[in-house]
């Protein structure tokens, strides 16, 4: 739960039981409060990771255009490419294994942040910790009364529907003859895929979608809090892992990114479960410890680039594991020699799919652990500071960094010629998110979109 403090907008979870502002306010001071720099120079660089993965994400899909590099395949580092791909910048090999790891570690450990800054909100309808009895039960009641018959009537329904042609024609919409043009909007004058190409497309772009997890998550935590701690975790599991066996996040246009919602799901439901003596421990870590964490960290980064340029490593198979928005059918493309047009729905490719997701569930909490253990406990100026305004680093980086991208044309020079040079490939994918990222986390960029990212709506809305 939040409240106002002094202007400032309060996370009432606070490790230490003090009232501590999450996001600062234009104007707002932090009399009588008191903030964990830790935990904020934790947000300032899991944020900065997520600018400038974005922007390697789309200089690296600009490049492999141009190079037309394989499925799961290296970058060409000169000519005598077998493949016909063309020769990268010496650089790439390294910029992609960096977007790898952050990749696999960013999000994850914001979940896993945000987790742990809701667990107020787990802690207040819970009964023996003096709860609302009355809330939590009615809470409890919807989801056996409701949320449990609608999971099994669908998913009984759905295994009719596979295994009957005859009622899935009947239950196609408009008809049998119209649903075959779902998912092909060329040509279709009726039927659903007519309509989302006629019709205005709310959902698909995904620039605020963390924002839309953390309310589907923190609904689902009133009625996780009464559960025990081990169905808290199968189902958060089954979750995480089951959804890759559905269409949910490819359907509709990856829908609201149902798939890396549910996906990422464990992360936040680990965060719940991080006590405070677990909190402090990895906070107050000693130099060694620190020393050991920055390790694994630098063994992290060269694993993925000796592996990735090398083929040991699907870099594409990781990028969509990231993602977490495509359906296992196509995780049996795991290497150059496998990748093939089409899906593979059999129980081995599945299994292994899921195995894999399961695995990466394990590297993304080992290393993004250690990767935060390295991080400073004590203030730092500019990084702490910035540490507080993260929705606003979140919310504008986006636009900002592709606006600035597209202005200096940098997306025309790395999709034509020989691409971007190692200075290009530093300067946009490094320092210029870097240095974007940080501007849309300080306390001028806050002022002027206060009212974009952190509205108060006051009583206009609220009696």
Known sequence: PLSSIGGAVVDMSAADGESKPLLQ???????????????????????????????????????????????????????????????SSAVVPALRALY???NAIAIPMFCVVSG???????????????????AAERLRRVFEQLVVPFVTFQALACAVYETSPALRDALAPGGGSQSSSVGDTSGATSGPAAEAAKTFDFWTPHVSWYLAA???WRCVSVVTARMNDVAVWIGALAVGIGVGFTNTG?????????????????????????????????????????????????VALVVAWCGLSHEVLCFDLWQWEAWKSSPFVHYNQFTVESAVEGVDASPRSLFFAACFRAFTYVYAVVVGVAFLGSLPRVHVPLVTDSGTRTMYGYLVHAPALLALLALNGVFQSAGTGGGLGVLGWL????????AVTEACMTAP????????????????VWR
């Open 25 to 87: 306010r234009p104007g707002g001071g932090e009399r009588g409060t008191t903030r964990d720099a830790y935990l904020d120079n934790c947000k300032f660089a899991l944020m900065i990771l997520i600018g400038v993965g974005h922007s390697l994400q789309w200089l690296l899909a600009t490049e492999d255009r141009r190079t037309g590099r394989l499925w799961c395949g290296a970058d060409a580092l000169d000519d005598s490419s077998e493949d016909g791909v063309a020769p």
């Open 100 to 102: 790898t790891w952050s």
């Open 116 to 134: 742990r800054l809701s667990r107020s909100l787990v802690a207040s309808c819970r009964i023996e910790r003096g709860g609302d009895d009355g």
């Open 214 to 216: 953390l309310a589907l």
């Open 250 to 298: 490819a359907a509709t246009g990856f829908f609201l990114k149902w798939g890396t919602i549910w996906g990422n799901f464990p992360y936040f439901v680990l965060g719940t479960f991080v006590e405070d003596e677990h909190y402090r421990r990895l906070r107050d870590a000693s130099g060694a410890l620190k020393l050991a964490c920055g390790t694994i960290t630098a």
């Open 427 to 434: 300067t946009w994918g490094v320092l210029a998110p870097v």
């Open 445 to 460: 960029v806050a002022r002027v979109f206060w009212w974009l990212c952190e509205p108060k709506l006051g009583k206009w």
